[in-house]
């Protein structure tokens, strides 16, 4: 089974509308080049920061969710729609990630598990549970293509979750984020690689473009990472769009040669009391 999957590697605006302009704009020239899912970065429409999060929440079914389903629908696509801040009914606040299906039916919903909470020395500072809840669901979604799984940016840095959306039937990953100028060169390729090779899966990372005037600079890169480990494509830091052509069959093929998680010893992976 193949489809074509395209990256949308965007500036994020601190007007919402300039970035739901630039979203619409490129989504349909992906569509245009045959783009069967469409994939956003993390936060498209929110600049990335602490104090924003809570200034640019939406509750799930407003404005921009309305957008992106509409966007969904009118192209015919999958729409990976990156993340939002969502609002739930009590005035919590999540890092969410929704998808769309070709009708602009939601078929997928992921409120970011792991909160970007670091302090590196000599580089990046960040503290998203000052505004931000956690969520607690591993999410996976079924496509005319197969089973894809969904996750958001530090999420995916847990190799248990990688797993775990595996072992549900996920083929393919897909990872909305930004990573900044401290964490990509130093782990962004690594963490995509890795996690691909271990799960055998496609691992597709979707980023923000670089803007070295913004508070928090995205590292860009947005990646696909083949079921070998291997990097199928990558960008650089500037804005556009990256289209590549997926072969699931190439899921199957590496599992069957390399039967990594047929050869799980479960029954010894327990930890005891006691030690082992």
């Known amino acids: ?5 395209a990256q949308i590697q965007m500036p994020v605006y601190k007007e919402i509308r300039l970035s739901v302009e630039y979203m619409e704009r490129m989504a349909a020239r992906a569509a245009a080049m045959g783009a ?44 990976s729609a990156g993340t939002i ?29 792991h909160l970007f909470d670091i302090a590196v020395e000599g580089g990046q500072h960040f503290q998203e549970s000052a505004t931000l809840s956690a969520g607690d669901q591993v999410t996976v979604f079924d496509t005319e293509f197969g089973r894809f799984g969904l996750c958001i940016c530090y999420d995916f840095r847990f190799p248990e979750l990688g797993r775990l959306m595996a072992l549900e039937g996920a083929q393919v990953i897909l ?13 962004w390729e690594l963490m995509f690689r890795s996690q691909a090779v271990n799960n055998q899966v496609f691992a597709v990372g979707t980023a923000p473009a670089r803007d070295e005037s913004g508070d928090y600079v995205s590292w860009g890169h947005s990646i696909v990472a083949d079921p070998w480990g291997s990097v199928a494509a990558q960008m650089d830091e500037k804005a ?15 599992r069957e040669q390399l039967p990594l998680l047929k050869h799980r010893r479960t029954d010894i992976y327990v930890l005891k009391k006691n030690g082992f």
């Open 1 to 5: 089974m193949k489809f074509r999957l």
């Open 36 to 79: 069967d899912v469409i994939a956003l970065p993390e936060m498209f429409a929110c600049p990335y920061a602490v104090g924003n999060f809570p200034v640019y929440a939406q509750e799930e079914r407003g404005p921009l969710w309305q957008t992106c389903r509409e966007t969904a629908r009118r192209l015919h696509v999958y729409l």
């Open 85 to 113: 801040p969502e609002r739930d009914p009590s005035g919590k606040i999540y890092n969410t990630a929704y998808v769309f299906d070709r009708q602009g039916n939601p078929i997928g919903k992921h409120r970011k598990m």
């Open 175 to 187: 990872v909305p984020a930004a990573f900044n100028m401290t964490t990509g060169p130093a782990h």
């Open 240 to 254: 556009g769009i990256q289209v590549t052509d997926i072969d699931l069959d190439k899921v199957a093929a590496v």
